[in-house]
DNA sequence: TTCAACCTTACAGCTAGTGGAAGGTCAAGT
DNA sequence: ACTTGACCTTCCACTAGCTGTAAGGTTGAA
């Protein structure tokens, strides 16, 4: 199949799919006019990646990913370290967005938000501490 | 003041005033050598930048946080509203990073981590439905 | 034959910087 | 007088993960 097919078989987009080869992440054979043709095996490695990526795994930690899948010889121990260690990270920016939302919170209450010139959230930013 | 002072000052690197400065964000007048010179009120708005960034601001909202600061006929709603909208985003990016945490979660929970290749990471990401 | 719908490569741009190279300036120490 | 070190300058390249666009080639059907 051609790339528009395998990018509506596994959810890539086609550029996508382009820009995954580029790095490394996928491999296609070409027809005789110089077009992608993809297997269904491929097909399913780009639906990995996609799966992969929609869980915030990065390019380098699906590359490894897709390594242990095609791997028989694996331990799962290897996928759930770099699962775990993903997991830390999101945890990480939960706690940092939740202070900055706690944060802005606080500074749009004291904001009256009217015509007024006064706003304690610029007052904040100026360093005004009160 | 120079450039590494103007930093020290306002916990900005010499390399982000100068790429702000590239942006616009920041101006600067020259010595006669060339080299930049900043005075205090330069610094405040370093700071108040590097306040606004620290809260999540993008440099485009940054921007337009500044001018409503220097603008003594502002009305606070515009800063409120700015800030209330970066908030709906922190919000949603929290929302979404939750999902992630609680999907990577249980997924954690369902690879026995040991030497074996069975490993339910593995599995959802090749799209066994289980 | 011509048209749309494919396909190709290559380059630019996005965010928000950071790193490094190559070179200029200046004050202090020897 | 000379050198050293700490500054300073500009410019280009790189990061992540794509997306947009240009310029052109191929194919099947009306």
Redesign the pocket.
């Given at each position: 199949m051609?790339?528009?097919?395998a990018?509506l078989a596994s959810g890539l987009?086609?550029?996508?799919i382009?820009?995954?080869e580029s790095l490394g992440l996928l491999r296609?054979k070409?027809?005789?006019?110089?077009?992608?043709r993809y297997s269904e095996d491929d097909v399913e490695q780009m639906r990995f990646l996609h799966r992969a990526?929609s869980l915030g795994f990065?390019?380098?930690e699906c590359r490894d990913l897709l390594e242990l899948y095609q791997d028989p010889t694996r331990a799962s121990s290897e996928v759930r370290r770099i699962a775990e260690h993903h997991l830390v990270e999101v945890n990480a920016k939960i706690e940092q967005l939740q202070q900055l939302k706690a944060s802005l919170g606080e500074l749009i209450q004291q904001c009256p938000g009217n015509d007024s010139p006064d706003c304690a959230i610029l007052d904040t930013l100026a360093g005004d501490d009160r």
């Open positions: 051609q790339i528009k097919a990018s987009p086609a550029k996508t382009r820009y995954y296609s070409r027809a005789a006019n110089g077009y992608r990526r990065s390019l380098d």
